[in-house]
């Protein structure tokens, strides 16, 4: 499986962003995106499982983003809205059997979308 994210950008606060990532071959997996900031760690935002039915979120995006996906187009889109300069970083989303909050349940990584958002 092959996953490509793209739709980052520069935006100012309080504005809206869709990400959209695309995969290749296998497409049955749960998704999930996480997000790097800069000097920080890789931290979880959002999951969803293989059909859509179930979603997780964040603390700090709950509310704000929500994840989607269109298994007709093998592609997993994360809304953002209501965005803030503490979203800026680099969006990766990832493919995994399992839906978790957790990294390592994910096998497949895209190669990331840099979101900054103004203040």
């Known amino acids: 499986v092959q996953l490509q994210a793209f739709g980052g950008g520069l935006v100012q606060a309080g504005t809206s962003l869709r990400l959209s990532c695309v995969a290749s071959?296998?497409?049955?997996?749960?998704m999930g995106w996480f997000r790097q900031a800069p000097g920080k760690e890789r931290v979880f935002v959002t999951a969803?499982?293989?059909?859509?039915?179930?979603?997780y979120y964040a603390d700090s995006v709950k509310g704000r983003f929500t994840i989607s996906r269109d298994n007709a187009k093998n592609t997993v889109y994360l809304h953002m809205n209501s965005l803030k300069p503490e979203d800026t970083a680099v969006y990766y989303c990832?493919?995994?059997?399992?839906?978790?909050?957790?990294?390592?349940?994910?096998?497949?990584w895209g190669q990331g979308t840099l979101v900054t958002v103004s203040s």
């Open positions: 990832a493919a995994g059997s399992y839906m978790s909050r957790l990294e390592n349940f994910y096998a497949y």
């Open positions: 071959g296998r497409y049955t997996y749960s």
């Open positions: 969803i499982n293989s059909i859509g039915s179930t979603t």
